[in-house]
């Protein structure tokens, strides 16, 4: 199925059959990615009022971001679709804290 049509600022693809589609965060890279991901922000920005879309707007975006920052730093790994198996493996590639790191008391 060949795409005639992407507008990810607005999470829509026209496929080559007519048919609108939802954007998939998966199949985007770089800077598609990149603008995808600041229209997440925008709507999560405008949905302050809704509590589901903030919701779910938020938890797509800190998955999306994680998977972003595993691609980019860990080129060769396939980011998981466990969110929470995602999650620890991003803030393990940036360095964070994660619950299974000692605490240290000052």
Same mark, same amino acid.
Request: aromatic share 8%.
């Given at each position: 199925?060949?795409?005639?049509?992407?507008?990810?600022?607005?999470?829509?693809?026209?496929?080559?059959?007519?048919?609108?589609?939802?954007?998939?965060?998966?199949?985007?890279?770089?800077?598609?990615?990149?603008?995808?991901?600041?229209?997440?922000?925008?709507? @999560?920005?405008? &949905?302050?009022?809704?509590? !589901? /879309?903030?919701?779910? +707007?938020?938890? #797509?975006? =800190?998955?999306?971001?994680?998977?972003?920052?595993?691609?980019?730093?860990?080129?060769?790994?396939?980011?998981?679709?466990?969110?929470? @198996?995602?999650? &620890?493996?991003?803030?393990? !590639? /940036?360095?964070?804290? +994660?619950?299974? #790191?000692? =605490?240290?008391?000052?």
């Amino acid at each position: 199925m060949a795409y005639v049509k992407r507008w990810p600022t607005e999470g829509f693809i026209l496929a080559s059959d007519g048919e609108l589609r939802p954007q998939v965060l998966d199949t985007l890279r770089g800077a598609e990615l990149t603008i995808a991901l600041d229209a997440y922000v925008r709507r @999560a920005q405008k &949905g302050a009022e809704d509590a !589901a /879309l903030l919701a779910g +707007t938020s938890k #797509d975006l =800190v998955e999306a971001t994680a998977a972003r920052v595993l691609v980019e730093l860990w080129p060769s790994t396939t980011p998981p679709h466990n969110f929470p @198996a995602l999650l &620890g493996m991003a803030f393990v !590639a /940036l360095k964070l804290k +994660t619950p299974r #790191d000692k =605490v240290v008391s000052w």
